[in-house]
């Protein structure tokens, strides 16, 4: 589980319902917030101490100015490469957890780049103009801060944007890793589907940090009844994972469940590793199976081999399947 900073007080409610669960603080690693109070902050370090004691840990632009992002204006870009920074936020989140008794970190904000959107809108980071320079000041931050907090506590970084050799290289030096918009690039219904190359990038993702024996996430947003979505991120997911150290969460508007139980059926356990047939994937579980078809294009239909239970309850032997659709079926 992944709580708020003040949110500490759950923890023994949590791990009285089951001593096992794992429960991670969220801190942001690029960002200071002028708008958060107290001591259990959502960032490594507070606003008014850098303010007041290190203003040069905020990033300006090109014309001189501070920078603050443009769908969030009261959260504050940090210098993830200075040193003094990383010390700053390592030693403060180890306070934190050690205090609070959380079994880890989740770590938000890991990037390649700033120039989106949502974060710089245009602007240039005059620290960090060229396009892999960024990177490489993330690259720094992980390698010395997640180490040292991986002696004792669990650090699972929430990956925005890396190359596949930067995944592999900042996946390594942390305990697992998330990736958001898994399948679905948008939270609209029906839209935002993720096909093709984009598609096996993240498949990729998740089968190189289950290579490592890392954790992953995967993190699907979508309307609380868009059924398909969910079909298609978890049949996705249940293609490559493995093991009892990755998870799919599908996550509608915040308060609410998703209102069907076809996103969590149980199928037990994967007897084959997937295979792929003229662009259709397919993977053989102890009690059923899953299809997908990531083509943003082609409709098929695919024979089952046997009789299966699809999520409406209808028994089939073959499916027909869309562009972009996935199903997990249960064996008759």
């Known amino acids: 589980m992944v709580l708020q900073a003040p949110e500490y007080r759950r923890i023994a409610a949590i791990k009285r319902r089951n001593p096992a669960t794992k429960v991670l603080v969220y801190k942001d690693m690029a960002s200071t917030r002028d708008g958060a109070r107290g001591s259990e902050l959502p960032t490594g370090v507070g606003y008014a101490y850098a303010n007041r004691r290190h203003p040069e840990w905020f990033l300006r632009d090109t014309a001189g100015r501070r920078v603050n992002w443009a769908s969030w204006p009261h959260y504050w870009q940090m210098d993830v490469g200075s040193r003094a920074y990383q010390r700053a936020w390592a030693r403060n989140v180890a306070r934190d957890l050690r205090r609070h008794g959380w079994d880890g970190v989740f770590v938000d904000g890991i990037a390649r780049t700033m120039q989106y959107p949502w974060y710089l809108n245009g602007r240039t980071l005059a620290k960090y103009p060229g396009p892999d320079d960024y990177a490489r000041a993330t690259t720094r931050f992980l390698r010395r801060v997640a180490p040292a907090l991986r002696r004792r506590r669990l650090v699972v970084g929430n990956i925005n944007d890396a190359t596949p050799a930067l995944w592999r290289r900042w996946v390594g030096t942390m305990s697992g890793a998330s990736k958001e918009w898994w399948t679905k690039a948008d939270a609209g219904r029906g839209t935002g ?58 996550a509608p508007p915040c308060g609410a469940e998703p209102s069907t139980v076809r996103w969590r059926e149980d199928i037990g356990t994967p007897t084959e590793p997937a295979s792929q047939t003229g662009g259709i994937w397919r993977r053989e579980f102890t009690g059923g199976q899953v299809v997908v078809n990531p083509t943003s294009t082609a409709t098929v239909t695919l024979p089952l081999g046997g009789s299966y239970v699809q999520p409406n309850g209808s028994i089939v032997t073959s499916v027909l399947l869309p562009p972009h659709t996935g199903l997990t079926l249960r064996r008759r």
Request: charged content about 20%.
């Open 193 to 250: 589907f993720l096909t093709g190359a984009d598609w096996s990038y993240q498949m990729r993702l998740l089968s190189e940090a289950q290579a490592r024996r890392k954790i992953f996430l995967a993190f699907t947003y979508g309307p609380v009844d868009d059924g398909p979505a969910m079909d298609y991120a978890r049949a996705s997911f249940l293609l490559f994972a493995r093991g009892s150290r990755s998870a799919f969460g599908y």
